[in-house]
T-cell receptor, first 114, second 118 residues
């Protein structure tokens, strides 16, 4: 069974710091991996999606990498800002289960202090 | 363009009551999903609909039923609510649910329904 883990559960950094969020998964047979942002009391917003054949994706200050063989993905946030404070979730789309089954991690709650 | 909308935003039920959560999307997406989010557990897929007229079970379907009313709307029904169904429910949609491209696989989420079952 595919399990997705995000460590740490919470992270607090000063404004301007570069940071890395981690996501690990137990089964490398994934179709893609997606990073989401969730603000308190709100739905999820997709940040980046990496197909299994890709190694990384970039959007602005965000860079996501994927290493299928080791079952790991990282989300790099450059020059963090207080507006980046939110919970970040990763999700993998599995191959061996039904086509539309995505498995989510529990998320990392990020606080960027001014 | 409202994206994905959900109603109601909040709901309190007593054990045994029934209710239907409504979801609609205006992006002409083929696939729609229902998730529940519980503290410390991430999101879990309840049901999904790959295209109009089809529905399939996800990871935690017990106690729920769904209806893909048309391409825009996908409803989730609790026939006899239980305290274990207290959760936040999210609806999502994507352009294409099977093995597509990055843009077609990206899921767009509604704001959620916070349900409490007493």
């Amino acid at each position: 069974k595919q399990e997705v883990t995000q460590i740490p559960a919470a992270l607090s950094v000063p404004e301007g710091e570069n940071l890395v969020l981690n996501c690990s998964f137990t089964d490398s047979a994934i179709y893609n991996l997606q990073w989401f942002r969730q603000d308190p009391g709100k739905g999820l917003t997709s940040l980046l999606l990496i197909q299994s054949s890709q190694r990384e994706q970039t959007s602005g200050r965000l860079n996501a990498s994927l290493d299928k063989s080791s079952g790991r993905s990282t989300l790099y946030i450059a020059a963090s800002q207080p507006g980046d404070s939110a919970t970040y979730l990763c999700a993998v789309k599995v191959i061996w289960y039904n086509n539309n089954d995505m498995r989510f991690g529990a998320g990392t709650r990020l606080t960027v202090k001014p | 363009n409202a994206g994905v909308t959900q109603t109601p935003k909040f709901q309190v039920l007593k054990t045994g009551q029934s209710m239907t959560l409504q979801c609609a999307q205006d992006m002409n997406h083929n696939s729609m999903y229902w998730y529940r989010q519980d503290p410390g557990m991430g999101l879990r897929l309840i049901y999904y609909s790959a295209s109009e007229g089809t529905t399939d079970k996800g990871e935690v379907p017990n106690g729920y039923n769904v209806s893909r009313l048309n391409k825009r709307e996908f409803s989730l029904r609790l026939e006899s609510a239980a305290p274990s169904q207290t959760s936040v429910y999210f609806c999502a949609s994507s352009e294409r649910g099977d093995r597509g491209t990055s843009s077609t696989d990206t899921q767009y989420f509604g704001p959620g329904t916070r349900l409490t079952v007493l």
